[in-house]
């Protein structure tokens, strides 16, 4: 049962195996076209919408229009789902093994900036995603009580998935729903479809009015953006791709390749860690246990960073013990592996939706996103401005942008007004990120519970009162000052 699991998630199909490689070479080549079109098309060079969101949508484009006249899929829908399953872990266990940087405060000289808490930065993340959850609660339940009774009033949590934790998870997690019949009503896969959907239209919300976000704020700062000049491919005054007590680039055997067998070493890990988890879960022969272990196959990328950290610390005591005498990850490579999975796992999800087969269920999904955006951007601007005071705009910019589309998306924000990443904000993310696994376990629980039949109401609950206890601690310094003045 575990092997025939693991070789389902894992996607490997002998006999479509060609068309799965001919599916990534796409993927690829897409995104060099999409390149040429970022460079060369002003309006493309003009925005700030990623080489990678516009690759998927040229390739959904394309596959649209040549099914609709063919009838013929040209892009293998298990290939895209292997990479968007795959890569999401790949890119966290990259982004955990990298160094921490230290941040001058502006102004200040050779003063460092003050980090904010790692689970500060996660309670921010977290309570986002039941902000998402709580608006596509309330917008399915109408949807269901009105003119959509057919609708699974749970669906509203793929808006925390599609918007706060990105493509793969909302794919992910639509699988999982979708082998439990839980959106039969609207046709196969429409589970996964419908997430992946909102997923998209993320990107659009966190590019489009991104643009006019960072006009804003940069004329307020006095920044002049140039978005026609391109940094030189030799201009590395950020990293280091080779210090004094770390690898050489090319020995016995070359860095880059250290640093994949590193992130390949852990993702092997995770997965271990993850069949014997299913192992004990299913010896349990408790009903409740046994229906996570879907749940836990979808959430591997929180196992993967939780792993990755561990791996990390071990690293740095054997350093400091003198068992290990260099370093062996690579901040800026172990980037590099982060962007690029990133990148193609965009690019293959926003090919992987199905436009035809969502019919009615644009209504949710557009309605959704709306409402979504535009709350979760006026939260996160009075919520940044308490919690991240010494770079409050930075700080709203990247996770508006992760919070919306992906990390990506939120670098890519941030690095317009913040070009030499000279606050911590894109490390907040990171930390974050790895915070937010430890805070984000009730969720895990809670999804895996909530489209079953009668759940709904508790599920709401247990949402609403998390999201007040996050909200409570991330303003608990405010609200207690104003306890004082009166």
Known sequence: MVISNLWGYLNLDNENLSFGIITVCSVCALMLIANVLRRKVPLFRGSLMPTAVI??????????????????????????????YHLLPVAFIALCLRDRNNYAKPGTGSAVMARVPAMKSGAVIISTYLLQGIIGIVVTLFLALTFMPELNEATGLMLALGFGQGPQQANATGLIWDAAGHMDYWGAGSARNFGLAIAGLGFLWASIPGIILINVIAKKKGIKIRRDEFQKSG????????????????????????????????????IGIIILVEILLRASGVPFL??????????????????????KMILRRLVKTGIMRRKYPNSYMMNRISGASFDIAIV?????????????????????????????????????????????????????????????????????IDSDFKTPAGDDLVRGSSAAIVLGIPLLLLIAQAPRPGNLWWVAIVIVAYFAILLGFLLKDLLIGKGRKR
Request: proline share 3%; hydrophobic share 55%; with cysteine.
């Open 55 to 84: 690759a998927g949508l040229l390739g959904l484009a394309v596959k649209e229009t040549v099914f609709a006249i063919t009838g013929v899929n040209i892009l293998s829908l298990p290939a895209l789902g292997g990479l968007i």
């Open 235 to 270: 201009e590395l005054s950020s990293y280091k791709i080779e210090g004094p007590d770390e690898v050489p680039l090319s020995e016995s055997i070359d860095k880059f390749t250290l640093q994949v067998c590193m992130v390949g070493g852990v993702y092997l890990l995770t």
């Open 290 to 311: 046994i229906d996570l272990v879907p749940t836990i196959w979808g959430f591997a990328f929180m196992i993967a960073a939780l792993v990755a950290l561990c791996v």
């Open 348 to 416: 293959a999800a926003l090919c992987a939706i199905s436009v035809g087969s969502l019919g009615m269920l644009w209504i949710p999904v557009l309605t959704m996103t709306t409402l979504g955006a535009l709350l979760c951007m006026i939260y996160l601007r009075f919520l940044c401005n308490h919690v991240y005071r010494d770079y409050k705009d930075e700080g709203f910019l990247a996770f508006y942008g992760m919070l919306t589309g992906t990390i990506t998306n939120g670098m890519i924000l941030l690095r317009e």
